[in-house]
Each structure stands twice: as C-alpha cells, then as structure tokens.
C-alpha cells in the first residue's frame, strides 16, 4: 500500500512570496489533514478535510493560507504571502475513519522563509 | 492550544534499558493515541489507547491510561538504538469536536 505523498520535499522563499505544497493520501482515505510543525514542538492542525468538505478550519490563519481538495483525493495548501515565521515543517496525514483512528503522515514539506 | 503535555522533555538512557514517557491532559477524551518521529521515517503512529481501556501492548511498548488523573504513560522495553526520536501524544478532545490535539514531545536518546 502506497503511503502519502508530499511535494516538495524542501522550499526555501523569500518573505511575501507565494508557495504551494501539494498532498496525495492513501488511497480510499476519506480525512485529510494539514499540520504546521515548527522545531521543538508537536504538529499543530491547520485544516482537516472529509472528502472535499472542511471539518475544521479554525487555526488556520485565513489572510495568508489557504487549502483546498478537490474532488476529495489529493490537496494543495497555499501560503500567500509568506511571513518569517511560517518557516516550519508541512506535514499531511490522512485517515480512513476520520479522528478516533489512527493518521498516516506524509514525509512533509520543510519550508524556510527568508 | 496543547492538550497533552509529555513529560520528561528529553530522556538519554542506554541501550538494553527501559524507557518511560508520561503524557498528562486537560479535558474528556474519546481516545489517546502515541506517536514516533524521526528524521528517517517520519510520524508514525505506534498505539492507541481509546478511553475504556486501561493497558494496551504492542510488541516492546506498553501503553497505560488513567482517565482519572488525565494521564498516560509510554513503556518502551528493551531499548534499541532504532527507538531514539520523539514521541508524542495526541487526544481527541470531546470537546473540541474530536480535533486531535498533540503535545510538545519527549526526545528519547539512546546510547550504544
């Protein structure tokens, strides 16, 4: 079974430039999420998908980043434009049922802001 | 907001040893789940631990939980080298509408 994927596997931007991260889950998985990982500290939800429907939302910072799956299989998240201290780890994870089960995380994004 | 706060931060033990991590949150939760990142592979997941049971194994990991005290604990038996990462733990707080809500980590080292 094919895990999930990421692309691209480093960035490195200037501050007030755009980059987008792109997320194909595991095959049949209907939750997808998107995590910020900044060093030091445990991943931080941005946005959790069912389908192509947004569960929840609530910490991610609407002005700047924005996510979408369409189709409700493979998802892009978008920062524009970026600020210094968005410089952190995307991860994507995704589930087959949803939270009370288990996530299976990409390798992630390592984003580095200038 | 961090609902799970693993404790110690950082644990360095030798090879051979046993490994005890405790995790500590705030509010109900439906169930507990452990983690494992390393720069090699990633976040893993390892156990999860829903909120009726009170032990579960997984092959040299012993997971405990007391939803009395609003805690659980990480037993890594027989530590190898391959088991230094972080660990975390993540809830599904009630709620929160179930959102999984990590904690900071404990950096496990271990020496040859």
């Known amino acids: 079974e094919a895990g999930v994927a990421q692309s691209p596997r480093y960035k490195i931007i200037e501050k007030r430039q755009s980059v987008a991260f792109w997320c194909n889950p595991i095959s049949g998985h209907a939750t997808l999420y998107w995590y910020q990982q900044i060093l030091g500290q445990g991943p931080k939800l941005l946005i959790q998908?069912?389908?192509?429907?947004?569960?929840?939302d609530s910490q991610l910072p609407k002005d700047r980043f924005s996510a979408e799956r369409l189709k409700g299989v493979d998802s892009t998240l978008k920062i524009q434009p970026a600020k210094l201290e968005d410089s952190a780890v995307y991860l994507c994870?995704?589930?087959?049922?949803?939270?009370?089960?288990?996530?299976?995380f990409g390798p992630g994004t390592r984003l580095t802001v200038t | 907001s961090q609902q799970g706060e693993e404790d110690p931060q950082a644990l360095s033990i030798q090879e051979g040893e046993n490994a005890t991590m405790n995790c500590s949150y705030k509010?109900?939760?439906?169930?507990l789940q452990w983690y494992r990142q390393n720069s090699g592979r990633g976040l893993v997941h390892l156990i999860l631990?829903?909120?009726n049971e009170r032990e579960k194994h997984s092959g040299r990991l012993r997971v405990t939980l007391d939803t009395s005290k609003k805690s659980s604990s990480l037993l890594i038996t027989a530590s190898r080298a391959a088991d230094t990462a972080s660990y975390f733990c993540a809830t599904d707080a009630i709620d929160s509408n179930y959102q999984l809500i990590w904690g900071a980590g404990t950096k496990l080292i271990i020496k040859p």
């Open positions: 509010t109900s939760i439906n169930n």
């Open positions: 998908f069912q389908n192509n429907g947004v569960v929840d």
């Open positions: 631990i829903r909120s």
């Open positions: 994870a995704s589930s087959a049922r949803g939270n009370t089960y288990e996530q299976y």
